[in-house]
């Protein structure tokens, strides 16, 4: 475990479906971010947390709500998916800090198919 | 704006032999590099990063990155690979401290060693 928990591992949704993915960590940090990652294409940003606050959202669809409650959650909620949603959805997070920054830490990712 | 190439979608080796997958990066101000590897249906685990100091920056598992500020490269090498080194690597680039606290990935060289 890298210390960020992401979950379900697995998800299965119809296109008329809600339903949410979870990310927890307990590392300390105060920057949390959704990727999505689909077959043969670049690691694409969604969207970026800092201090609880949305910073960044990369012109992601509407049905795609993220939410942060507090800087150890972060949860992304689906809703009327289409098929090409269908992907690996890596949630990360990284400590801002004054004289250095040490990356990202991942989590295991959801494994989302829409049907 | 930050950008990062990875120019080989997979490279092959023999069990044994050297390894090298390849990064080049375009900031405005001074990179922070990173290399992350992929597992199947993982998240990305941390390798190694060049933030400064020392060209030469060695990571986790036997791997090693050189920074080449000339050339605008981070290439990973191993002296030697091994079958579990089979993976997905990815080069990220965060341009200075003032771009923020985003990464920017390349797209990722797949690793085939075999026996």
């Known amino acids: 475990e890298t210390g960020v928990t992401q979950t379900p591992r697995h998800l299965v949704m119809g296109m008329t479906n809600k339903k949410s993915l979870k990310c927890e960590q307990h590392l300390g940090h105060n920057a949390m971010y959704w990727y999505k990652q689909s077959a043969k294409k670049p690691l694409e940003l969604m969207f970026v947390?800092?201090?609880?606050?949305?910073?960044e959202n990369n012109s992601v669809p509407s049905r795609f709500s993220p939410e942060c409650p507090n800087s150890s959650h972060l949860f992304l909620h689906l809703h009327t998916l289409q098929p090409e949603d269908s992907a690996l959805y890596l949630c990360?997070?990284?400590?801002?800090?004054?004289?250095?920054?040490?990356?990202?830490?991942f989590g295991s990712g959801t494994r989302l198919t829409v049907v | 704006a930050q950008s990062v190439a990875q120019p080989e979608d997979q490279v092959n080796v023999a069990e044994g032999n050297p390894l090298t997958v390849k990064c080049t990066y375009s900031?405005?101000?001074?990179?922070?590099l990173f290399w992350y590897v992929q597992y199947p249906n993982r998240g990305l685990q941390f390798l190694l990063k060049?933030?400064?100091?020392?060209?030469l920056v060695k990571g986790s598992y036997g791997f090693e990155a050189e920074f080449n500020k000339s050339q605008t490269s981070f290439h990973l090498k191993k002296p030697s690979a091994l079958v579990s080194d089979s993976a997905l690597y990815f080069c990220?680039?965060?341009?200075?401290?003032?771009?923020?606290?985003?990464?920017?990935f390349g797209g990722g060289t797949r690793l085939m060693v075999k026996p």
């Open positions: 990220a680039v965060r341009d200075s401290p003032e771009a923020g606290n985003m990464l920017t």
């Open positions: 900031v405005s101000g001074n990179p922070y």
């Open positions: 947390y800092n201090f609880k606050e949305q910073t």
């Open positions: 990360a997070s990284s400590l801002l800090r004054t004289g250095g920054w040490d990356g990202y830490t």
């Open positions: 060049y933030i400064t100091g020392d060209n």
